[in-house]
């Protein structure tokens, strides 16, 4: 496989990653309220296939730190304390890796993009 095709490939791959990573970070940020809801976060693994390096996702998990506890008696779901169950997501964390996630996968679309319009310079060069 070629320099080209394989810097493709794991561009490629790396945009896939930040996709479902981007993906995670707006699940949590849209559950953010709902009682009991645990951040969702996922990790990289790197994929070795052949001569060619590639990163995919590992499993999602649920991050098992505490939910809190909010005061607020005049809400439905509130106990008799006055106290109801809110959710683990910590909404700066989380905006600050879905920005993270998304200048990755633009990183790796340029890179996508060089090696394409490499490639297309190596095949013109061929045709003369």
Do not use: C, W
């Amino acid at each position: 496989m070629s320099d080209i095709a394989r810097t493709m490939q794991a561009s490629a791959s790396g945009m896939a990653a930040q996709a479902a990573r981007l993906r995670l970070s707006s699940e949590n940020i849209a559950n953010a309220d709902t009682p009991g809801y645990h951040r969702k976060t996922v990790s990289f693994e790197e994929v070795v296939a052949g001569d060619a390096r590639a990163v995919a996702t590992g499993p999602v998990r649920l991050d098992q730190a505490e939910t809190q506890r909010i005061l607020d008696p005049t809400h439905p779901l509130a106990g008799d304390d006055g106290y109801r169950e809110g959710s683990n997501v910590n909404m700066m964390i989380e905006i600050a890796d879905a920005r993270e996630a998304n200048r990755s996968y633009e990183a790796n679309l340029k890179m996508f993009e060089q090696a394409r319009q490499m490639a297309g310079s190596l095949i013109d060069l061929l045709r003369r």
